[in-house]
């Protein structure tokens, strides 16, 4: 818990959070972790079809542990849920459609603004609506860019542009006034560097889902699976058969605006910012001192030549820094100025707050009958709304789960590379039935993200959901499993993701125990320059792999951004834990690539990134537990459920693995017990170790076998993942 406030107050800045009393501080005191976490997880889960998180399987939380849910004690809970916040919070920066076109949106803002004052303030309302919304249209490719030329995508854009802006006013149930709209289209193009900013941002999502040799068809099936087989099935089906008759099409027909329904998210978060407010006056005085104007004004003019500053942008406007330097300053000045007026009657408001806090002493059992100002309510809705924009906005800046799509966007020609592997598919023993028990927990995490997604959508703020998944829908698509590929990749190379919030480790002693056991190879390694330091790196994966294309092509195409990135990376103990098992495989001649395709190996391998630091600092504390309480271990089924359910390998490679674990958690031990100390380690860890000794209770291991499901198989993964990116942190030996 204590780690969770200190990183919640790390997000607003320092001279809010050094008042006695403040809005960050009276969130932070009053917030429940566990409602704080069903929202990140609800919003996250809202358009999982186009986050791509969830192929990589990584599972939504759901309940605590085994078997059926056990009672917790609110303290418990508090802790529990603060450690699975702050374990998202610990993240990578997270790239979804949803946090760039929020950012572009208020980007935007600032450029048209003024052109929007003549006319209702629907249409600038609406006009950023637009905006955010056509990031997933182009994402999900229900419109296609259809012409080689850029001046002809760009004509062709500009009338999309302008009959989606006329469908939002159809969902927001607005009137258009036709020649407001002429007027507008003639104003608004003036602006052409923006324009020419939205058509980079939308023909790159636009290709994201792309893939060689994987037709249109295959991904509107994967997107689509579920619609086609329910009750609105033909819509999908003859929009699938035809689909080249209307993405296209500068209109938007019947048939489209359904199928939209299926990948428009259900909540627009700029609406809290600008609904109920005056948009004008809270984009000049909060939304432009997000941002340097010079240093936009420079990005947004070179779109007019090409699209080459995107990922600059991207990273700049996407940078929490920028809101948590300006946005409260420029707020409280905000509210002074919508209350001035108010301000003129300072002396009966000044009266009757001195009436309320006269009353509330005189009798405190009746204080819900006393009359606030209605200055003060307005301002407290006011406040409460904008917190909500800039919390909601800001934790969803990173994410420690899946895909963060910043290879997708970023480093293409990585994903190409490996789109264009032929890996032999069918030729190894053991990759087919990798791939097959992946689509199976794939249909089984899907089923709760399409169940929390429906209910978010019907608006329900509580909602419980089931046990088990009780669809056995079984999801095989060649798109899906693209997806799934250039998903390991990311992963494997996450450390080239911006990483936010830093974690540093003080203790000496984890400190002298890191250096001890890791000192030499991080001297080696960042004394190299930049072609032998990425080979350092990665040798060890690229020397398991059958192919030599992964290592020439991270030498070819990484950045020296990428590259920093990655040496700060290398001070992190989670890193050094796969690096080693990398390594073992090699030195005990485990050969993963007689049997596994190069694609296979970096699914195990992208899994062990994830989660192996997670699973032996519980596997630690388990140990050390059953020492001090004389109880049954039994971490062998652990153990095997990690390497046969988690990493997904074969029983003929079982023992070796095993052995490679246990040696590392022998090697490991001593800065691992160390470890389990830091912050709510211990707290997070009891209530895992308690629901497993009420599960396993006077029964054999053959008994408890017996009794796990393939839900808890995703559970106990999503519980070592959270572990391992709760200990994401950085220590710098002298």
């Known amino acids: ?69 056990i009672n917790i004690k609110p303290k418990d809970a508090d802790s529990y849920y603060g450690y699975c916040a702050t374990a998202n919070l610990n993240g990578y920066r997270f790239f979804s459609p949803a946090n760039i076109a929020n950012s572009v949106s208020l980007v935007t803002s600032l450029y048209v603004k003024d052109i929007f004052r003549k006319y209702p303030p629907e249409y600038y309302l609406n006009f950023l609506y637009t905006i955010f919304l056509l990031s997933f249209v182009f994402l999900a490719r229900i419109k296609i860019f259809p012409y080689d030329d850029r001046e002809q995508n760009y004509n062709w854009f500009v009338e999309i542009m302008f009959s989606f802006y006329a469908f939002v006013f159809q969902q927001t149930g607005k009137k258009i006034d036709p020649a407001i709209i002429k007027a507008l289209k003639k104003e608004l193009l003036n602006q052409i560097e923006v324009f020419f900013m939205l058509f980079a941002l939308y023909k790159n999502f636009n290709s994201i889902f792309a893939h060689e040799n994987v037709s249109d068809k295959d991904i509107y099936s994967r997107l689509f699976y579920d619609e086609l087989k329910g009750d609105s099935k033909n819509i999908y089906t003859e929009f699938i058969a035809n689909h080249t008759a209307y993405t296209g099409k500068t209109n938007f027909s019947p048939l489209e605006v359904k199928v939209m329904q299926s990948i428009l998210p259900a909540d627009i978060l700029l609406r809290y910012l600008f609904i109920d407010s005056d948009m004008f006056l809270i984009t000049e005085s909060v ?31 996407t940078d929490y820094r920028n809101f948590k330097r300006n946005f409260f300053s420029w707020v409280q000045k905000y509210i002074v100025t919508v209350f001035r007026d108010e301000d003129r009657k300072w002396w009966p408001i000044k009266e009757d707050l001195d009436d309320l806090m006269s009353s509330i002493g005189e009798d405190v059992e009746n204080i819900e009958s006393f009359k606030i100002p209605e200055r003060i309510k307005k301002e407290s809705k006011m406040m409460e709304k904008i917190l909500n924009f800039y919390i909601t906005l800001i934790w969803g800046f990173r994410l420690s789960r899946g895909d963060t799509f910043f290879l997708r966007l970023f480093r293409k020609p990585i994903i190409q590379h490996l789109s264009t592997i032929d890996d032999g598919l069918d030729e190894k023993n053991y990759t087919l039935q990798y791939y097959g028990w992946l689509l199976y927990q794939y249909g089984k995490n899907v089923f709760f993200y399409k169940h929390t997604a429906e209910n978010v959508r019907a608006g329900k703020q509580k909602f419980v959901l089931p046990q088990k998944n009780t669809i056995k829908n079984i999801y ?28 540093y480790v003080k203790n000496k002693k984890l400190i002298e125990l890191f250096k001890w056991l890791i000192g030499r190879d991080i001297s080696e390694m960042v004394k ?33 951004e990428d590259i920093y990135h990655i040496k700060e990376n290398i001070y992190n103990l989670d890193f050094w834990i796969s690096e080693y098992f990398f390594r073992a495989l090699l030195d005990k001649k485990i050969i993963l690539k007689n049997d596994y395709s190069d694609l296979a190996i970096l699914g195990i391998f992208s899994t062990i990134r994830e989660t192996l630091f997670g699973c032996m600092i519980y596997i630690t504390y388990l140990r050390d537990l059953a020492n001090i309480k004389d109880i049954p271990l039994h971490d062998e089924l652990l ?68 009794k796990i499901i393939s839900e808890d198989i995703l559970r106990f993964k999503w519980f070592v993942k959270n572990i391992s990116y709760y200990n994401k942190r950085f220590l710098m030996p002298q």
């Open 639 to 706: 153990i095997k459920i990690y390497v046969q359910d988690i990493l997904n390998i074969d029983v003929y490679y079982h023992k070796k693995i095993t052995s490679i674990i246990n040696t590392l958690q022998a090697d490991f031990n001593e800065i691992l017990k160390h470890w389990i100390e830091i912050d709510d380690n211990k707290d997070f860890l009891k209530v895992w170790a308690d629901n497993r000794n009420h599960f396993t209770a006077n029964k054999t291991i053959e008994e408890t076998k017996k």
């Open 1 to 69: 818990m204590q780690l969770f406030k200190r990183v919640l107050l790390s997000l607003f800045p320092d001279e809010i959070v050094a008042q006695t009393v403040n809005p960050a501080s009276m969130f932070i005191s009053f917030i429940s972790t566990k409602e704080f976490f069903s929202v990140i997880n609800r919003k996250i889960v809202e358009n999982y079809k186009l986050n791509l998180f969830d192929v990589t399987l990584d599972p939504f939380e759901f309940k605590i542990g085994f078997g059926e849910h």
């Open 287 to 317: 939304v432009s001192k997000l941002f340097d104007k010079k240093i936009l004004d420079d990005f947004i003019t070179s779109f007019r030549k090409d699209d080459s500053q995107l990922e600059n942008l991207l990273l700049y406007i």
């Open 528 to 560: 190299k320059s930049d072609g032998p330091f990425i080979g350092m790196v990665y040798d060890t994966i690229a020397n398991n792999l059958e192919h030599t294309w992964f290592l020439k092509t991270l030498k070819k195409e990484l950045t020296q």
């Open 476 to 503: 095989s698509n060649i798109s899906l499993l693209k997806s799934i590929d250039e998903s390991f990749l990311a992963t494997i190379l996450q450390d080239i993701n911006p990483k936010d919030i830093r974690l």
